[in-house]
């Protein structure tokens, strides 16, 4: 049994067969949780709501947020971390952080978003590797630190079962700022 320590406030995150996370830090050493927001949302996110994702980085962006944590699973995660990157040349001192739950995770993607996954880790102001290699804890453990490092998330949550469900119910119970981008056409949020 293995643990990561939390940046920020010093929890130890324990799981199984994997040792202490990689870091390649690129000039931010540790977060500040009033300043950093995350970024959750399935996999199956097509790009269509990258305006409002935009217009969401700004508003945090003008209440001082800085840091942005990006899981960098396939759909919304990358989709987030290139809206993020993108907008860096607009905002001052905004952050990319891209926290990878294992190594060799991109060999698991398309041609197309191992390309788009590798792009971000060289655009990124700072690369995390969670563990060495897959196991059943590395998107859970993922989750946690990027909820357990952030004061706000921003989501596309459409209600369904699954890791961004788990990410979004931990952000509201840890009393995280929400911004869900997700617009369901009959109104409900959820």
């Known amino acids: 049994m293995s643990r990561v320590e939390n940046l920020n406030n010093g929890n130890i995150f324990d799981f199984a067969d994997t040792t202490i996370c990689t870091i390649k830090n690129r000039g931010i050493i540790a977060y500040d949780k009033?300043?950093?927001?995350?970024?959750?949302?399935?996999?199956?996110?097509?790009?269509?709501?990258?305006?409002?994702?935009?217009?969401?980085?700004?508003?945090?962006?003008a209440e001082g947020y800085r840091n942005f944590l990006c899981g960098m699973a396939v759909g919304f995660d990358i989709s987030a971390a290139e809206v993020a990157l993108d907008l860096r040349r607009e905002l001052a001192g905004l952050k990319v952080h891209a926290i990878v739950p294992f190594e060799g995770m991109q060999h698991r993607f398309s041609e197309g978003d191992r390309r788009r996954f590798e792009q971000i880790i060289r655009e990124a102001d700072e690369v995390i590797t969670l563990a060495p290699r897959y196991s059943i804890e590395v998107y859970a453990v993922r989750n946690n630190f990027l909820v357990d490092n952030s004061s706000a998330?921003?989501?596309?949550?459409?209600?369904?079962?699954?890791?961004?469900a788990y990410t979004v119910h931990r952000a509201v119970k840890s009393l995280l700022r929400l911004i869900n981008i997700y617009h369901n056409p009959q109104?409900?949020?959820?």
């Open 34 to 61: 009033d300043i950093t927001a995350c970024f959750t949302g399935h996999r199956t996110y097509d790009g269509s709501r990258n305006e409002e994702l935009a217009r969401a980085i700004k508003t945090l962006y």
């Open 153 to 164: 998330c921003i989501a596309y949550f459409t209600g369904e079962k699954g890791g961004t």
């Open 187 to 190: 109104g409900e949020l959820f």
